[in-house]
């Protein structure tokens, strides 16, 4: 079974040695490509120093997560490749990762997506934000599987879990394609799940395996424009949602906006209603284009890797 590793890189160097290195322990050998979103941390270098037998292409721009991630799917399904995988840059693998969720999707082949579990880097609780996303769908049997350190099943399903740690299955490749470079950061994974869902294939994680996930030493963005990109996200995965009506979705979005807009005014707060008057403007300018993408995504075979 051919599987390719998809790292995207972006002044990550810090975490080259847990996150490449973890591969090497690996007991099933994947082939590797890095692509670094123009890093101005000497990452690339670093990287081709260190791990030369790992392939690495240097963007001569930060194409984002979708963009650069969709360079290495189009090379898994190039080169048939059974299964892709994509894997954070401050994220690392166990020694039998790959092994067990190959083994559990030949198992359970209508599952486009699985994911291991996510740990925190100190191996002693599970990732926050994983923990959130895995519960929204298995609160009372998940949780109780786990607290009591029973295995009732290996597979969870899940209607969503973050694009940390996934293997893409070929056949998911092939009929749901890339990421949807509409989304400008974020939102990439949640509307990928979306159309694989369309297509009739499942997502889940199982608890039999591990990656940690760090999360630690990134930059957060002033409240504001970190407000404006968070909600503005949140409403593209909605209007994108394939199995939403797009009409109903969106007049309900403006709706809301307008209305929030009126109570931010009357309670002085004008950065807030000024996020929200760019959110409508944004989301009515741009109304077109979306729509026209949600089609292009069912209708086009492997979309965005052609």
């Given at each position: ?7 995207i890189t972006y002044?990550?160097k810090?975490?080259m040695?847990s996150?490449?290195?973890s591969l090497l322990?690996?007991?099933v050998k994947?082939?590797?490509?890095v692509i670094d979103n123009?890093s101005s941390?000497g990452t ?11 392939e690495l292409?240097?963007?001569?721009k ?5 963009k650069?991630?969709?360079i290495?799917?189009?090379k898994?399904l ?8 994509l894997?954070?840059q401050?994220?690392?693998v166990a020694?039998d990762t ?6 559990l999707?030949?198992h359970h082949?209508t599952y486009?997506?699985?994911s291991?579990?996510h740990?925190?880097r ?11 996303y895995?519960?929204r769908?298995?609160d009372?049997?998940l949780m109780?599987?786990?607290?009591l ?5 290996s597979?969870?399903?899940v209607?969503?879990v973050?694009a940390a740690a996934?293997?893409i299955s070929r ?5 749901v ?7 400008p950061?974020?939102?990439?994974d949640?509307?990928?799940i979306n159309r ?5 294939f499942?997502t889940?994680?199982t608890?039999?395996t591990w ?5 630690k030493?990134y930059?957060?963005?002033p409240d504001?424009?970190?407000?404006f990109a968070h909600q503005?996200?949140?409403?593209l995965r909605?209007?994108?949602?394939v199995?939403l009506?797009?009409?109903r979705?969106?007049?309900f979005i ?12 009357a309670?002085?707060d ?8 760019r959110?409508v403007a944004a989301?009515t ?9 949600r ?11 052609n």
């Amino acid at each position: 079974m051919k599987i390719l590793i998809i790292i995207i890189t972006y002044n990550g160097k810090h975490w080259m040695d847990s996150c490449l290195g973890s591969l090497l322990a690996s007991t099933v050998k994947p082939d590797v490509i890095v692509i670094d979103n123009l890093s101005s941390d000497g990452t690339p270098d670093y990287i081709e120093k260190r791990f030369p037998q790992f392939e690495l292409i240097r963007s001569d721009k930060n194409l984002g997560f979708g963009k650069a991630n969709n360079i290495g799917l189009k090379k898994a399904l190039k080169e048939n490749y059974d299964y892709a995988f994509l894997l954070n840059q401050d994220a690392w693998v166990a020694p039998d990762t790959f092994e067990i969720l190959i083994k559990l999707h030949r198992h359970h082949s209508t599952y486009g997506i699985i994911s291991p579990m996510h740990l925190s880097r100190e191996k002693t609780r599970l990732d926050d934000k994983f923990t959130q996303y895995i519960c929204r769908d298995n609160d009372v049997d998940l949780m109780s599987d786990l607290l009591l350190k029973q295995k009732a099943q290996s597979l969870y399903p899940v209607s969503f879990v973050n694009a940390a740690a996934w293997l893409i299955s070929r056949a998911c490749l092939e009929k749901v394609g890339g990421f949807d470079p509409i989304f400008p950061h974020y939102g990439e994974d949640n509307d990928y799940i979306n159309r694989a869902a369309y297509f009739g294939f499942k997502t889940g994680f199982t608890p039999d395996t591990w990656i940690v996930h760090d999360r630690k030493g990134y930059v957060k963005q002033p409240d504001m424009p970190r407000t404006f990109a968070h909600q503005y996200t949140d409403h593209l995965r909605t209007l994108k949602n394939v199995r939403l009506s797009f009409r109903r979705s969106f007049l309900f979005i403006l709706k809301d906006e307008v209305f929030y807009a009126f109570i931010a005014l009357a309670q002085l707060d004008f950065s807030m209603f000024f996020v929200k008057i760019r959110l409508v403007a944004a989301l009515t300018s741009r109304a077109g284009k979306i729509r026209k993408s949600r089609k292009y995504c069912i209708n086009s075979k492997t979309a965005y890797l052609n």
